[in-house]
């Protein structure tokens, strides 16, 4: 059984403890009630994450005010590195309304567990980088999955998937 | 060392449009050299840029190299199964005729161990190795964090 194979669980049975980028306690309860958008990235990342990010801020930016009813999250893999400054440093580059989440690798773990995300860490060059699963998670206020948006998903296909979970 | 590294860039500082313009060897061109800032000197920079064959033969680029970073090389960003990994490739194909490029989500100039942070605003040089064209060197201008294009009158959106 691969991760690929299972869908992400309903926010409302997600577990898992972590500290946004300012500092605050999260819980993805916190995340009911409003429509969610989720993606796995790090900071040391300097090709498909801020790529992403500014995939994120154009959708965001093209939705305009209905976007203010998303959560939006990063959510690290590298918590070694990416302390919530760090991640309030690199994420003041893109849409304000993007949160970045980091915490104990133990929870970051379960986290991914519960979206069926994965991670791993690999040693490159003297340091390591990671490589994570790269599209964004889409949850409706409910808390159900609802669709992934791939990596650099044509935005003809990825602004109706959000609008979806925003009606 | 590093003073003198600092100087070099203090002098492509003060030429910022030559990033715009194109470069060439033999039948290779060059423009739209960019990067990203980076958040200190730890994190790895990138390298965007657009590479136009002329001619009728097919060449590759199969090296970069800088002063500002002990370890500039190859990458290519593959998403498989959704998963993202950043392999090292030993050439990007440039097919005679045709425009390649390294662009946000493909193939990278990866920037391992630079010698200081790039700030937006900052330049510096990078030599390009084609296996048929030789080397060329361009300017590469250093944009915000959240670039996502060259910066260029003429550059493609």
Same mark, same amino acid.
């Given at each position: 059984m691969t991760g690929r194979d299972l869908l992400p669980i309903p926010i409302r049975d997600m577990s898992f403890s972590l500290t946004d980028h300012n500092g605050q306690p999260f819980a993805?309860?916190?995340?009911?009630?409003r429509p969610t958008m989720v993606f796995f990235g790090f900071t *040391?990342?300097? !090709?498909v994450c801020p790529t992403t990010l500014n995939d994120i801020s154009d959708w965001l930016a093209d939705l305009g005010p209905e976007a203010d009813r998303l959560n939006v999250a990063l959510i690290s893999v590298d918590p070694a590195r990416d302390t919530p400054a760090i991640l309030a440093e690199y994420l003041s580059? *893109? !849409?304000?309304r993007i949160v970045g989440l980091t915490g104990r690798l133990s929870e970051l773990e379960k986290a991914a567990a519960d979206f069926r995300a994965i991670f791993e860490k690999l040693p490159r060059d003297g340091g390591y980088t990671m490589n994570h699963t790269a599209g964004v998670f889409l949850f409706a206020a409910e808390g159900q999955f609802t669709s992934i948006i791939d990596f650099h998903e044509d935005r003809r296909f990825a602004i109706p998937k959000i609008r979806h979970i925003l009606t | 060392m590093k003073r003198l590294i600092l100087a070099t860039l203090v002098v492509f500082a003060a030429m910022p449009a030559l990033a715009c313009e194109t470069v060439r060897v033999g039948d290779i061109e060059v423009e739209h050299a960019w990067s990203r800032a980076t958040i200190g000197a730890d994190r790895p920079g990138v390298v965007y840029l657009s590479i136009r064959n002329t001619g009728s033969t097919d060449d590759a680029l199969i090296g970069v190299a800088t002063p500002i970073a002990g370890m500039p090389m190859l990458h290519e960003t593959v998403v498989s199964d959704g998963i993202a990994s950043m392999p090292h490739t030993m050439s990007m194909p440039v097919p005679a005729g045709q425009t390649a490029a390294l662009a946000p989500g493909g193939f990278h100039g990866m920037l391992m161990g630079l010698t200081l942070a790039l700030k937006k605003g900052d330049s510096f040089p990078l030599t390009l190795t084609f296996e048929t064209a030789g080397d060329l060197t361009v300017t590469v201008d250093v944009l915000g964090m959240g670039a996502k294009e060259a910066e260029c009158p003429d550059a493609q959106p």
């Amino acid at each position: 059984m691969t991760g690929r194979d299972l869908l992400p669980i309903p926010i409302r049975d997600m577990s898992f403890s972590l500290t946004d980028h300012n500092g605050q306690p999260f819980a993805p309860s916190q995340w009911l009630g409003r429509p969610t958008m989720v993606f796995f990235g790090f900071t *040391f990342c300097p !090709d498909v994450c801020p790529t992403t990010l500014n995939d994120i801020s154009d959708w965001l930016a093209d939705l305009g005010p209905e976007a203010d009813r998303l959560n939006v999250a990063l959510i690290s893999v590298d918590p070694a590195r990416d302390t919530p400054a760090i991640l309030a440093e690199y994420l003041s580059n *893109f !849409d304000p309304r993007i949160v970045g989440l980091t915490g104990r690798l133990s929870e970051l773990e379960k986290a991914a567990a519960d979206f069926r995300a994965i991670f791993e860490k690999l040693p490159r060059d003297g340091g390591y980088t990671m490589n994570h699963t790269a599209g964004v998670f889409l949850f409706a206020a409910e808390g159900q999955f609802t669709s992934i948006i791939d990596f650099h998903e044509d935005r003809r296909f990825a602004i109706p998937k959000i609008r979806h979970i925003l009606t | 060392m590093k003073r003198l590294i600092l100087a070099t860039l203090v002098v492509f500082a003060a030429m910022p449009a030559l990033a715009c313009e194109t470069v060439r060897v033999g039948d290779i061109e060059v423009e739209h050299a960019w990067s990203r800032a980076t958040i200190g000197a730890d994190r790895p920079g990138v390298v965007y840029l657009s590479i136009r064959n002329t001619g009728s033969t097919d060449d590759a680029l199969i090296g970069v190299a800088t002063p500002i970073a002990g370890m500039p090389m190859l990458h290519e960003t593959v998403v498989s199964d959704g998963i993202a990994s950043m392999p090292h490739t030993m050439s990007m194909p440039v097919p005679a005729g045709q425009t390649a490029a390294l662009a946000p989500g493909g193939f990278h100039g990866m920037l391992m161990g630079l010698t200081l942070a790039l700030k937006k605003g900052d330049s510096f040089p990078l030599t390009l190795t084609f296996e048929t064209a030789g080397d060329l060197t361009v300017t590469v201008d250093v944009l915000g964090m959240g670039a996502k294009e060259a910066e260029c009158p003429d550059a493609q959106p």
